[in-house]
């Protein structure tokens, strides 16, 4: 998310940083290359003039080029104007004091629309409400289905009308069918267009006339950079929204529209998408990606999202399954499969402060997943006692995974070097670095 911007900002305050005393020519060197990169990554021109004449402002006051540490005292600066400009505290989503809130979702087709309702179904009922998903996407071919799919992946209810062309009569009876679901929650997928008209506009208009939404959120697709900006601006012109949500931040976006939609709409990012699975769905929260974009980790988000979802009981069985040296491929396997759920790695390694440079971690990802197989093709009996593979289960395990049997041969030498470093930690002791060297794999990748 917002990686250039993200890469090209740390490298402006590493320098900043290398000198041992700021001048105001170092300051304004260093703001002409922020001015530079917040334009590349799409930013409004105006919100960028703003936002560089405030830290200007701010860094040329009082005692901060004179301080102890002025470097620290700029960055601090830029985070803290960086955060204003994100919208400066996280905006939450409403809830009415009486059961069931109404989330009207908008959005231009392929936005993100359908996925993100389903996102913030599984979000919310991770949090024990009861979500209602209404599919009133009636012009986007398999709009419906795919509502009815994700619904059905997450347990989640979903109201449909198989013969009707008509979102506004769709919305209206949705309403009362979730109330007799006791939904906390119902979520109408709009339907979208290609562009914005007046159809649409007239349509969803209609809609939040019967449907009377607590919650207006436009879903906008963050790629198509500085129009994300414009479209927001008409769609609270027309029917005011209350905030909105900002889709595909994951790919190589410019992502500008993150840092401009506040300044120029008026009104905040609440959620954003980050990727195309039900738990790419981040709260937005501006300091943290004040923090990320710094390059300085993000390790409130990683926390949550580990404890959203690891099992606690799980973390805790494994745990004692180390301590007391039973660990086994059973084990390996569900300990890989936590993993798993928080995402995908490299979404994980940008959370952790100094890693978001990390570079290309899809070899490890890749490994991951073979051995997750490996494992899979082995019966309870081999996971439990791995010493019993000897060559004909090899070949089978091997050939039920699609792979060679060196790889079986690859993971269960791993996987004893693992446990001898577990038995070395539960000992006290620190782990010998031959045993760490071998975790490593080809070409000095992390390996699992
Ligand atoms: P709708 O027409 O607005 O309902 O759009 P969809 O929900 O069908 O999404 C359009 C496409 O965008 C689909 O291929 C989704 O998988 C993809 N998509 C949605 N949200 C995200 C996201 O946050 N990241 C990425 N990479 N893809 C997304």
């Known amino acids: 998310m917002l990686e250039n911007l993200g890469s090209r900002f740390q490298n402006?305050?590493?320098?900043?940083?290398?000198?041992?005393?700021?001048?105001?020519?170092?300051?304004?060197?260093?703001?002409?290359?922020?001015?530079?990169?917040?334009?590349?990554?799409?930013v409004n021109y105006k919100v960028v003039r703003d936002f560089t004449n405030k830290i200007l402002e701010n860094s040329l006051g009082e005692n901060v080029l004179t301080g102890v540490n002025p470097g620290q005292q700029f960055i601090k600066i830029v985070n803290d104007e960086l955060v204003e400009l994100l919208g400066g505290t996280n905006s939450r989503l409403t809830k009415s004091p009486r059961n069931?809130?109404?989330?009207?979702?908008t959005g231009l087709q392929g936005a993100g629309k359908t996925t993100f309702a389903g996102k913030l179904a599984n979000y919310l009922k991770k949090q024990g409400e009861v979500p209602y998903l209404v599919a009133a996407d009636v012009y986007r071919p398999a709009a419906i289905k795919q509502?009815?799919?994700?619904?059905?992946?997450?347990?989640?209810?979903?109201?449909?009308?198989?013969?009707s062309n008509d979102p506004v009569e769709i919305c209206k009876n949705s309403i009362e069918a979730g109330k007799l679901e006791n939904a906390t929650y119902i979520i109408l997928d709009t339907a979208g267009r290609l562009h914005i008209d007046e159809k649409l506009m007239d349509e969803l208009k209609e809609i939040k006339k019967v449907a009377k939404p607590h919650e207006i959120m436009l879903v906008v697709d963050a790629m198509i950079g500085q129009d994300a900006v414009n479209l927001a601006q008409s769609f609270n012109e027309a029917i005011s929204i209350d905030g909105v949500v900002l889709t595909k931040l994951d790919g190589d976006a410019r992502g500008g529209s993150a840092l401009s939609i506040k300044s120029v709409v008026g009104k905040p990012i609440k959620f954003i998408g980050t990727g195309e699975t039900i738990n790419d769905i981040e709260l937005f929260h501006p300091e943290r990606l004040a923090s990320r974009i710094l390059g300085m980790g993000d390790v409130i988000s990683l926390v949550e999202r580990a404890q959203e979802n690891i099992n606690e009981d799980d973390a805790?069985?494994?745990?004692?399954?180390?301590?007391?040296?039973?660990?086994?491929?059973?084990?390996?396997?569900?300990?890989?499969?936590?993993?798993?759920?928080?995402?995908?790695?490299k979404n994980i390694m940008k959370m952790i402060p100094g890693m978001s440079d990390i570079g290309d971690i899809s070899p490890a990802e890749k490994e991951m997943k073979k051995v997750v197989v490996m494992i899979q093709s082995m019966t309870k009996e081999e996971r439990k006692k791995p010493e019993i593979l000897k060559a004909n289960r090899k070949i089978r395990v091997a050939k039920g995974s699609g792979v060679e049997v060196s790889d079986i041969n690859k993971l269960l030498k791993q996987f004893d070097q693992m446990k001898a470093m577990m038995k070395m930690f539960s000992g006290g002791k620190m782990p010998n670095m031959s045993a760490l060297a071998g975790m490593k794999g080809p070409k000095g990748k992390f390996h699992f």
């Open 12 to 42: 402006i305050m590493k320098k900043v940083r290398g000198h041992g005393k700021l001048s105001e020519e170092n300051v304004k060197e260093a703001l002409k290359e922020v001015k530079m990169s917040l334009l590349e990554a799409d």
């Open 100 to 105: 069931p809130t109404v989330i009207m979702l």
């Open 147 to 163: 509502l009815q799919v994700l619904g059905k992946n997450i347990g989640v209810s979903v109201y449909a009308e198989e013969n």
């Open 316 to 345: 805790k069985s494994l745990e004692d399954k180390i301590k007391s040296q039973k660990f086994d491929l059973e084990d390996y396997l569900k300990m890989l499969n936590m993993v798993k759920k928080m995402g995908p790695l």
